[in-house]
């Protein structure tokens, strides 16, 4: 195990398009980070690019301390989980594990422990002797996992592993995945475009568009102080509502406010007057969407569960300034 | 599309045993043939049912040599069909498969080009480029030998792009994990790509094996000496009697054992080949 730092990382295709305009990550010994951004924004090319499987344009990434920049990505002492598992189809799930192994040569004995630890840990241990096609789509996933397991890398990389699952699956390898990196301790580092996955697994977020890294942090801090309006829009569901600035009194152009901020009625500094559009029922929560004046879309707000409000019907939404996140012209938070 | 009408059934069927009478009266008859006497089908009617000299016959055949096919006994033939046979399909598949792995997986100057080069050989066949296919085996000199027999035939266009198409469908993804996995090229075409191959090679072999058995051009061709003669050879030269009535219980004796290699071949390869040509193994 060991971290891993990018410096200037820059990816540029033959044709001219840049793909990643410099990136610097810096990931500690043990951590989980979550590269996440909307698809085509570089995250899954930079991963590449630590995994060895994509040329890099500029800059250096160090595994553990050593650039591997010219490393094979056998080499790199990485492991990786693939979105479609990319398990050997003839192969069974104990030569899917141990391929890597062999390759390297590590005595059988070796690895036979090392697939028995991997097995219990993943509880396949009454799979071992199957083909991946017998397997459901979430043992494969576990397959994938174990194969990354069986070779204790530096690193763990994991591209979009979940998003081949379907919804109640993927939350509960979501889970699983997270108690294994508080098992192993490891260095992960996991793609996602899911906002979800990125907030409940990871110790620190990179969120990324269009080639660029716009904000690093932790989920909370990502969550309640969005560095740029891409990130306070992309993180959180619903989305964050943007406003005119003008509208509320603000002296910033534009100003944000997170659906769970406002409450209908209440006392709260600021006021915006509206009319109820519609009413998402979303079991545990309820969304009223409300039409301002002045407002380009309508704006979001959570509603008390046992509140009623019937479309066409005028309200008072009320928010404090403190909860109020301010960005200027070039969507840059403005303090 | 379900259909239920009881006359269209008998129709289909009806019309379905009539295409196997097609296919299986002349193997009928050749066995049948292969029963009797050298006059039997010389005579008028000819017989339907086998005859008594079967075992005679066939006991001719396989050990003592016939003057009528040069005195080479048919089972010296059919070894060298065997072998002729076994040595182009495995040298076709070979070939074919390490150049579909070259063209696919490696980037080097001309790929296309190349690829292109072993694409349009499919227009030359050995009939077209006989003379100079000739000439070189003769230079080479390769004459009345099994290599001389195979070799202009090894080379496949048919097989390396089969191998081609179906290398493009294995994804990216599968390449990049053995990568990760400390797979060098040769690790990988031995321990993933072949593997995956097996039903298309089975298919192939199938294939490429009944090809070379049936060779007839070629090995008249190369070969003048009597103990590299292949059984399509032997039948031909049998048939070819000159003034003499022709012997054809023995003909059709031969015939039939000519068959046998490539029935084997077929029936016990047969739901590989299926699957090769009809499934991708996902």
Same mark, same amino acid.
């Given at each position: ?244 600035? %003008?509208?509320?009194? @603000?002296? $910033?152009? =534009? ?5 769970? #901020? &406002? !409450?209908?009625?209440? /006392? ?32 979001? %707000?959570?509603?008390? @569960?046992? $509140?009623? =409000? ?5 309200? #008072? &939404? !009320?928010?404090?300034? /403190? ?13 | ?27 009928w008859m050749a066995l049948v043939a292969s029963t009797h006497g050298p006059?039997a089908l010389?005579?008028?009617?000819i017989p339907l049912w086998f005859g008594d000299r079967g075992w005679e016959n066939y006991s001719q055949l ?186 054809w219980h023995y003909?059709m004796g031969?015939a039939v054992l ?25």
């Open positions: 195990m060991a971290g891993l730092s990018l410096r200037g990382v820059k990816k540029v295709y033959p044709g001219g398009v840049t793909a990643i305009h410099g990136a610097d990550v810096e990931v500690a010994d043990g951590e989980f980070v979550v590269l996440v951004g909307p698809s085509g924004c570089g995250k899954s090319t930079l991963l590449r690019m630590v995994a060895g499987l994509e040329e890099i344009t500029g800059g250096e990434i160090r595994i553990g301390g050593d650039v591997v920049n010219r490393k094979e990505p056998g080499e790199r002492d990485i492991a990786m989980v693939f979105q479609n598992y990319a398990l050997y189809p003839h192969m069974t799930v104990r030569e899917n594990m141990s391929y890597g192994l062999r390759n390297m040569r590590t005595p059988k004995a070796e690895i036979e422990a090392r697939i028995a630890e991997a097995a219990k840990i993943l509880q396949l241990g009454d799979y071992l002797d199957r083909k991946p096609r017998q397997l459901s789509g979430g043992q494969r996933q576990r397959v994938a996992m174990g194969r990354a397991l069986v070779r204790e890398p530096k690193a763990f990389l994991l591209d979009e592993p979940l998003s081949n699952l379907d919804a109640k699956l993927r939350g509960h390898m979501r889970a699983e995945l997270k108690e294994l990196h508080q098992r192993l301790r490891a260095t992960f580092i996991y793609v996602t475009h899911d906002q979800v996955e990125a907030m409940s697994l990871a110790d620190r977020i990179v969120v990324m568009n269009a080639g660029r890294i716009e904000q690093i942090g932790a989920p909370r801090e990502i969550y309640d102080r969005p560095a740029t309006r891409f990130v306070a829009e992309f993180i959180g569901a619903p989305p964050m509502n943007f406003l005119p600035g %003008a509208l509320i009194g @603000a002296n $910033a152009p =534009h100003v944000g406010v997170r659906p769970e #901020a &406002l !409450t209908v009625g209440g /006392a709260g500094e600021v006021r915006l007057d509206g009319v109820v559009k519609l009413v998402e029922d979303l079991g545990a929560d309820r969304f009223a969407h409300v039409a301002v004046k002045g407002a380009e879309a309508p704006v979001i %707000a959570r509603v008390a @569960a046992h $509140a009623r =409000h019937a479309p066409g019907e005028a309200v #008072a &939404l !009320t928010a404090e300034r /403190a909860s109020l996140h301010a960005f200027d012209a070039e969507g840059r938070r403005a303090a | 599309m379900i259909e239920n009408r009881p006359w269209l059934n008998v129709l289909t069927h009806a019309g379905l045993l009539l295409g196997v009478f097609f296919l299986c009266f002349p193997v006059e010389s005579r008028s009617p396989l050990a003592g040599g016939l003057p009528e096919a040069g005195g080479v006994p048919v089972g010296m033939m059919m070894l060298n069909s065997l072998i002729m046979a076994l040595l182009i399909a495995v040298g076709k598949i070979a070939v074919s498969i390490i150049a579909a792995y070259a063209i696919v997986y490696f980037r080097f100057p001309f790929r296309m080009g190349f690829f292109w080069m072993i694409f349009i050989t499919l227009m030359l066949p050995v009939e077209v480029r006989i003379l100079p296919t000739y000439d070189v085996i003769v230079r080479l000199d390769m004459l009345n030998s099994y290599t001389g027999l195979s070799l202009p035939l090894v080379a496949s266009a048919t097989a390396t792009f089969l191998f081609r198409q179906f290398f493009l469908t294995i994804p990216d993804e599968l390449v990049e994990a053995a990568r990760i996995d400390r797979a060098g090229p040769m690790r990988f075409f031995r321990d993933i790509l072949v593997p995956l191959s097996r039903t298309n090679i089975a298919a192939l072999f199938i294939i490429l094996f009944i090809f070379g058995w049936n060779q007839y051009l070629w090995p008249l061709l190369v070969t003048t000496e009597e103990r590299y003669y292949t059984i399509v050879m032997g039948i031909q030269r049998m048939t070819n009697s000159g003034e003499a009535l022709p012997v003909i031969t000519a068959m046998i290699p490539p029935v084997l071949v077929v029936l016990s390869m047969q739901k590989l080949f299926v699957k090769g040509l009809v499934e991708q193994e996902k």
